[in-house]
């Protein structure tokens, strides 16, 4: 239970930084690769678990093997969490982390589905305004009440027109 509470607390900091600096894509690739390693490899795991290995010899390795191919994020947590003594939660706090971003991207395309239906919606309000004031326009340059349909038949053509030259 408290390997749940202590991984789901690291992967919602780890998801805060990766929003602020806009790399959730990355952070979230890089840290389900090398978690796949400590999970697939036990003698990456034994390694960073030994408590007869010096602890700058494991920054060392993570320094060498990993904090130029991987996402500065992931980096942090990797030496975050083995100053810490708890890579034993990697492979936890990547699965917490991949819950966590899912539903982060899930929120993002319902509100980019919501934008994109306001912003259709503006946009059928504007063009209807814009043939209604076009209407009022053309009545009073001409004079003359002509049918309000005809009226918007020619402006919804020539907004037609326009639409296809951009």
């Known amino acids: 239970m408290i390997s749940a509470v202590l991984a789901r607390r690291y992967a919602r900091a780890l998801l805060e930084l990766s929003k602020k600096r806009d790399d959730l894509e990355k952070t979230h690739k890089d840290l389900e690769s090398i978690s796949r390693v400590f999970e697939r490899d036990p003698r990456v795991r034994r390694f960073f678990e030994a408590p007869n290995i010096a602890r700058t010899e494991k920054e060392a390795f993570l320094q060498k093997q990993f904090k130029s191919k991987t996402n500065p994020n992931v980096y942090g947590l990797l030496v975050l ?43 059928a309000a504007l063009r209807n305004e814009v043939v209604d004031l076009a209407t ?10 002509l049918n309000a349909d005809k009226h918007r038949k020619l402006v919804d053509n020539f907004l037609a027109e326009v639409e296809q030259v951009k």
Do not use: P, S, Y
């Open 136 to 145: 009022e326009i053309a009545g009073k340059l001409i004079r003359e009440e």
């Open 81 to 123: 969490l083995l100053r810490r003594r708890r890579f034993d939660h990697l492979v936890a706090i990547a699965g917490e982390f991949h819950k966590l971003a899912e539903e982060a991207q899930e929120m993002i395309t319902r509100a980019r589905e919501e934008i994109g239906l306001e912003r259709d919606k503006a946009q």
